[in-house]
């Protein structure tokens, strides 16, 4: 039967995954390279290395995200917003609102049972509210941004960041790294500046249903608390693949669509 | 149809300059309301101002600041360059406030820039409202207006010659909206970006050359075939747009076309004639006023949204893009009423905002117009593939 490929290229990370009959069978993630061709090559290279397939093997493949029109061997390529919003579905059937934090952009949806887009909403030219925000922050914290969420749940007493702009609250955890502020409160300050951005997004799609997190911040606990709070919302998780492979995951099912529909057609 | 596109995609155009090679006078206007006829009855080049090529903001930013709507700001940075000189006078109107400041900008900037502050430098007034008083106050604005034409320019403008500017001008009306007619059309014949193309040069071209183009361009249309691949049906409203790459970037490698627009460059105010039986200035004034198509005027936000549903019908538009640029307060607040009025009604809409300028938000808009195409893409399948 057939096997199909998504393929997201993002501006931090790329992914793809191979599928076939609707399952995963091999999945890769790699650090963006700079040219998108390249990213999306090493992706689907290391996914195939992962089903021990090759690329021969693959009857149909979606690009998505911003390198989505510079991969060679893509059939066809559709937007992260609309893969997004399959590989909600995919990862929770009964999604209804996805919130998906990336690299460069954050992105609230609502969905229709099939897994449909039928709003959206995304930030504008601002690094506040992206994965990027809480890289730098990392960075200047001098550790892992894995270890953002786990740090944040031993903060006593969290900072509040006076700006959400990434340039001016860099300045500002700097300020409180040299003035001792514990690194957990420091940490716990960024997770929540970055939630409260995030929340005024998603509240312009008025959340309903279940939510899901998609990207790779949905892994980041300290985020994901604090926007329930401030949504008032209890947000899912993604237990069936990583919900940062939620792009790639919707590009392989809207592939999978495609092939089905073509042999019932025929 | 070349030179339509070649027009709208430069300041300092084949046909302008043949103009001023006859040392014949061209002065630039600011908003849509700017009645065009009177110019051309005084033998004068009416141009409508664009932004278009702007690449830089030093100036802009300097004598604007950074948080306002950054298309009088590359006007006033395309003047600073010196890129208008060649305009004999300007004509500013109170489109918005951002768009009332560039008189005081411009002016201030002339004490710092020599030369950019043309020999005839007027400020048109236009009412906010279209009703009685407003109607009056208008025409004695277009009053006012003839007389300081006419004493600087050295000319005179009789009510014959502005009848004759006035059936010149409708000439190339009726065209456009035969044309248009050609693209609401269940099978369009003619892209949106020509068609928006041809629209400003309408704003920039001597009118009997600009209506002989057109009547040729009609002629070589009604011999295309219908245009391939047009599944979805788009209308695109919103803020000021002088630059056919915004629609180009909706029709481009998708299966789309903005078949209706409500733009003050496009076919909104071209696309009906002015009363030809009528006192011209009362017909004039009647025109360029009493429409109130834009979000400038007050009290009139029913009357457009009825005249949106009207082109939505009428041109079978499955999803309409609203934009507005940054700090446009007027467009802003609207699109938010539309977005509201037209959901409603299951007209799906997209609300962009966007800088005015060189296509620098190319990909962020990329990116939503395309999910927005793929949700009214929905019940289809996903890929005819590359
Ligand atoms: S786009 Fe809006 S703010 Fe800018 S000039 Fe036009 S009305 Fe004014």
Known sequence: MSIVAGCDVGSLTSKAVIMKHNKIIGSFILRSKPRPRDSADAAVKGALDAAGLALEDITYCIGTGYGRDRMAFADHSVSEISCHGKGAKWLLPSARTVIDIGGQDCKAMKLDSDGQVERFNANDKCASGTGRFLEVMANVLGMDINELGPLSRKARSPITLASTCTVWAQADVIKYLNSGTPIEDIGAGVNTAMAKRVAILANTVKPEGDVLMTGGVAKNMGVVATLEKLLGLRIKKARRADPQMAGAIGAAVMAYEEITSRVLEN | MQLFHDVANQIKCQPLIDWKALNRPVVGYTCSQVPAEIFHAAGILPIRMRGIETDGMDIGDAYYGPFICSFPKCLLQLVGKGAYKFIDGAVITPGCDAMRRLDECWRKAGEDYDGIIPGFFYYFDVPHKAEGHGMEWFVEEIEYLIAEIEDYFKVTITDENLRAAILEYNKGRRLLSEIESMRTSETPVVSGSDMFAATIAGTVMPRAQYNEELTQWM???????????????????????????????????????????????????????????????????????????????????????????????????DGVIMQNIRFCDLHGAENALFEKDLEAEGIPCLRLEREYGPMIDKGRLKLRINAFLERLGRGRKYASSN
């Open chain 2, 219 to 317: 002629a070589s249309l009604s011999q295309s075939p219908p245009m391939e691949n047009v599944r979805k049906r788009i209308m695109l409203i919103g803020s000021i747009t002088d630059d056919p790459d915004l629609i180009r970037l909706i029709e481009t490698d998708t299966d789309a076309m903005v078949v209706a627009e409500n733009l003050c460059f496009g076919v909104r105010s071209e696309g009906r004639p002015v009363d030809e039986d009528a006192d011209p200035i009362s017909a004039l004034a009647e025109h360029y006023l009493g429409e109130s198509t834009c979000p400038r005027m007050y009290g009139r936000y029913k009357q457009r949204l009825a005249v949106l549903k009207e082109k939505i019908e009428q041109s079978h538009v």
